[in-house]
T-cell receptor, first 115, second 114 residues
Framework: AQKVTQAQTEISVVEKEDVTLDCVYE???????LFWYKQPPSGELVFLIR??????QNEISGRYSWNFQKSTSSFNFTITASQVVDSAVYFC????????????FGAGTRLAVHP | GAGVSQSPSNKVTEKGKDVELRCDPI?????LYWYRQSLGQGLEFLIY????????KSGLPSDRFSAERTGGSVSTLTIQRTQQEDSAVYLC????????????FGPGTRLLVL
């Protein structure tokens, strides 16, 4: 079975703090894709990153970085020097190759960044 | 370019009525998806279209739910005889041919069944 677990329901930080959002996934497939989406208060899901199972290289995009570790089935997301605009619900998701591109989402982590 | 658009933004209906939700994907995107986001169930997959055909309808919760896509573009999700448990945000996404796993979402339709 495929599953995504985001154990952190809510995180609250003060602006400029670094914060890491955890994501653990389960799949028996050897080929799969992992994603992070951001859902700000407006409600629209915004695509942040896609990573395939054969590429364990970590990625950095501005203040955002992602750490993919197959050994622990984790795909964690770090925001450096957080800002109030980062306040949103963040979803980790999984697609497996036999799944017709069906996104399997975690429950989401609500991040509140306070001034 | 324009993103995925959905209409209406909000819909309030009475239990037992039928509703139609519309999705206009990003131009040129071949795949289209419907998801539902509710408080109790999180984000759930409903149906996937490749062109006008739907190879995966596994997520439709009951036979009251149906969807179609015409001309490889606009899609309509229809809920017949709505129930209160159908209240949720219905999200549509589309993806391009060369990167079908990467889905871009619309703003959603918030449905409230009274």
């Amino acid at each position: 079975a495929q599953k995504v677990t985001q154990a952190q329901t809510e995180i609250s930080v003060v602006e400029k703090e670094d914060v890491t959002l955890d994501c653990v996934y389960e799949t028996r497939d050897t080929t799969y894709y992992l994603f992070w989406y951001k859902q700000p208060p407006s409600g629209e899901l915004v695509f942040l990153i896609r990573r395939n199972s054969f590429d364990e290289q970590n990625e950095i995009s501005g203040r955002y970085s992602w750490n993919f570790q197959k050994s622990t089935s984790s795909f964690n997301f770090t925001i450096t020097a957080s800002q109030v605009v980062d306040s949103a619900v963040y979803f980790c998701a999984l697609i497996t190759t036999g799944g017709y591109n069906k996104l399997i989402f975690g429950a989401g982590t609500r991040l509140a960044v306070h001034p | 370019g324009a993103g995925v658009s959905q209409s209406p933004s909000n819909k309030v209906t009475e239990k037992g009525k039928d509703v139609e939700l519309r999705c206009d994907p990003i131009s040129g995107h071949t795949a289209l998806y419907w998801y539902r986001q509710s408080l109790g169930q999180g984000l759930e997959f409903l149906i996937y279209f490749q062109g006008n055909s739907a190879p995966d309808k596994s997520g439709l919760p009951s036979d009251r739910f149906s969807a179609e896509r015409t001309g490889g573009s606009v899609s309509t999700l229809t809920i017949q005889r709505t129930q209160q448990e159908d209240s949720a945000v219905y999200l549509c996404a589309s993806s391009p041919r060369d990167r079908q796993e990467t889905q871009y979402f619309g703003p959603g339709t918030r449905l409230l069944v009274l």
